[in-house]
């Protein structure tokens, strides 16, 4: 609930600012992923740092990469915000917090029918580290990997591609909704590394070369 509430919030926000401010609107944004890679280092230093550690982190991403979510979120984002018209990059953001969202409540209460792509993040861990000649390069590609693990679901599918399709229709016309719905939840489905930063970085990119 929190990236869906953050993220629609986000939205909003560059929907009202970016008119006025046009790119610097991205600066509020790159603050927050600037203060939450500098948290962690300060965190005994305040007890609310505790607090979201133990309240809302997995643990997974505590022993790896604390507050990974919004980093990657703010990062994902940003490129759609310094890049497109404010219509677009409001739609981008909402495809990725609405349609992401919802295909998580949904995959975890009713899903029933897996679909064959693994939704593991510990993609990188199941291959061959052989292959990584460059120890940068490998663990790069692990902090990109998903954190969680599961399969999906067909109707984690559905629930995005709908939920993703209404979010994006407020800020995009129609036409622009149901493609941008339909990419993102085809990247959310099939590619193997964090949402939060492939499905918005994937969606800007196709968005500058494809869509008027």
Avoid: Q
Wanted: glycine share 10%.
């Amino acid at each position: 609930m929190i990236h869906l509430c953050g993220g629609v919030a986000i939205g909003l926000g560059v929907y009202l600012l970016k008119p006025v401010y046009g790119p610097l609107t991205a600066i509020p944004v790159l603050a927050g992923v600037l203060l939450f890679l500098i948290l962690p280092k300060l965190g005994r230093l305040f007890h609310i740092h505790n607090h979201l550690m133990t309240r809302y982190e997995r643990y997974t991403d505590i022993e790896a990469m604390p507050y990974k979510g919004a980093i990657y979120y703010g990062i994902g984002v940003a490129p759609a915000i310094l890049l497109l018209e404010t219509n677009m990059a409001c739609a981008i953001i909402m495809v990725l917090s609405v349609g992401d969202s919802i295909s998580t409540i949904v995959g975890k209460t009713i899903g029933r029918t897996p679909v064959g792509f693994r939704d593991s993040k510990s993609f990188v861990n199941e291959m061959d580290r052989s292959r990584f000649k460059n120890k940068f390069i490998e663990r790069l590609m692990l902090k990109l990997r998903r954190t969680h693990t599961g399969y999906k679901t067909l109707e984690g599918f559905v629930g995005f591609l709908f939920s993703a399709f209404i979010g994006a229709a407020v800020f995009a016309g129609l036409p622009k909704a149901i493609f941008l719905a339909g990419v993102g939840a085809f990247i959310e489905l099939l590619v193997p590394f964090d949402d939060n930063l492939t499905i918005p970085w994937g969606l800007t990119v196709i968005s500058l070369l494809f869509l008027p």
